[in-house]
Nanobody, 129 residues
Framework: QVHLVESGGGSVQAGGSLRLSCAYS????????MAWFRQAPGKEREGVAA???????SYANSVKDRFTISIDNTKRILYLQMNSLKPEDTAMYYC???????????????????????WGKGTLITISS
């Protein structure tokens, strides 16, 4: 049984920072992908950042150079460090995983990373101006 549990959400002012965590269970294969998505009210869900089992990372243009995705396989936690936050970053943030293959990233699309099999319930980020 795979469980993904996000934490670290909250409210901060624009320009501030937050770090999200996602504790994951189960046993990824040697090839896996873990990613962060977000969904703002009235908008479709969008991919934010992804990390593959080989350590390669991908970022949506909207967060590149501001957000950093990382994974600690010893602790079994996925992180998203978010700096220089903007009001438009306000959304529910979700952790997702594909335990059987590397990340499939299609740039220029809202979804951005495809094929996720498991999802967390989300954590809310609110950025005030």
């Amino acid at each position: 049984q795979v469980h993904l549990v996000e934490s670290g959400g909250g409210s901060v002012q624009a320009g501030g920072s937050l770090r999200l965590s996602c504790a994951y269970s189960g046993y990824p294969s040697s090839s896996y992908c873990m990613a962060w998505f977000r969904q703002a009210p009235g908008k479709e869900r969008e991919g934010v950042a992804a990390v593959s089992s080989d350590g390669s990372t991908s970022y949506a243009n909207s967060v590149k150079d501001r957000f950093t995705i990382s994974i600690d396989n010893t602790k079994r936690i996925l992180y998203l460090q978010m700096n220089s936050l903007k009001p438009e970053d306000t959304a529910m943030y979700y952790c997702a995983a594909d335990y059987s293959s590397m990340c499939v990233v299609i740039r220029g699309t809202t979804t951005f990373v495809y094929g996720m099999d498991y999802w967390g319930k989300g954590t809310l980020i609110t950025i005030s101006s």
